[in-house]
């Protein structure tokens, strides 16, 4: 038991820090501290974690009365709701004091919004881990690698854009109604990656190719924008 516990976490949690330090090193010049890192990656696997399944839950409790259907009310909660309440919660931990202070390149949004969904997916590992398990192992390390991949990197990548979001407006000192649309398009990305994977029967395996192909393309695009900045 002590083993089969100490693997799920190692498996939940390793692959989500490794990518944190491969975001953050990605700047060259001027790295982010760590520990308003390790700041956001903990909100991200706790707080962010926290409120979202409570948005969620009553969210999903408000709209079970229109989608009576248990299958299209699982539809809406996982294209729909679950992204809402994620991307809302997760890229909060910029407006910690001790990572908003140290917001002071463009770059900086990009790198601790992408910490804090990996937070959050380290987590969320944790849970369907957890279910993984009683599966067997192989069929834990199998799907516990993709999930390492996909989901870990679509967190990054997802509140990421937001986190360019509250950076920009942090350091430019506007509106926070100008993170909207990087809201959007960070809800849109997660919701795209939750309807990709969920398609049904033939098009599972589409929905999965095409689903890692939006990871990898996010992902690429986060980081070269972090490379871009930096030089500036």
């Given at each position: 038991m002590w083993k089969e516990l100490a693997l799920l976490i190692g498996c939940a949690f390793l692959p989500p820090i490794i990518y944190a330090v491969w975001i953050r090193n990605t700047e060259k010049i001027h790295r982010e501290a760590w520990r308003p890192i390790i700041v956001?990656?903990?909100?991200?696997?706790?707080?962010a974690i926290i409120a979202s399944l409570i948005l969620e839950v009553l969210l999903s409790m408000s709209v079970a009365i229109t989608f009576t259907?248990?299958?299209?009310?699982?539809?809406?909660?996982?294209?729909?709701?679950?992204?809402?309440?994620?991307?809302?919660?997760?890229?909060?931990?910029?407006?910690?004091?001790?990572?908003?202070?140290?917001?002071?390149?463009?770059?900086?949004?990009?790198?601790?919004?992408?910490?804090?969904?990996?937070?959050?997916?380290?987590?969320?590992?944790?849970?369907?881990g957890w279910d993984f398990l009683s599966e067997g192992i192989l069929f834990f390390l199998v799907l516990i690698a993709i999930r390492s991949f996909g989901a870990c990197?679509?967190?990054?990548?997802?509140?990421?854009?937001?986190?360019?979001?509250?950076?920009?407006?942090?350091?430019?000192r506007t509106s926070m109604i100008r993170v909207i649309p990087y809201f959007f398009v960070a809800m849109v990305m997660h919701a795209s990656?939750?309807?990709?994977?969920?398609?049904?029967?033939?098009?599972l395996y589409l929905g999965f190719i095409a689903a890692m192909v939006?990871?990898?393309?996010?992902?690429?695009?986060?980081?070269?924008?972090?490379?871009?900045?930096?030089?500036q």
């Open positions: 956001c990656f903990l909100w991200g696997a706790t707080i259907e248990a299958s299209l009310l699982s539809f809406v909660v996982v294209v729909f709701i679950a992204p809402f309440a994620e991307e809302l919660t997760k890229p909060l931990a910029l407006r910690l004091r001790s990572v908003r202070r140290e917001l002071d390149e463009l770059e900086d949004g990009l790198i601790y919004g992408a910490v804090a969904g990996l937070g959050f997916s380290a987590t969320e590992n944790l849970f369907y990197l679509l967190h990054a990548a997802a509140t990421a854009f937001t986190g360019y979001g509250y950076g920009r407006a942090i350091i430019q990656y939750n309807f990709l994977v969920s398609l049904p029967q033939y098009g939006l990871v990898v393309v996010s992902i690429r695009w986060v980081r070269k924008k972090i490379r871009l900045l930096d030089g």
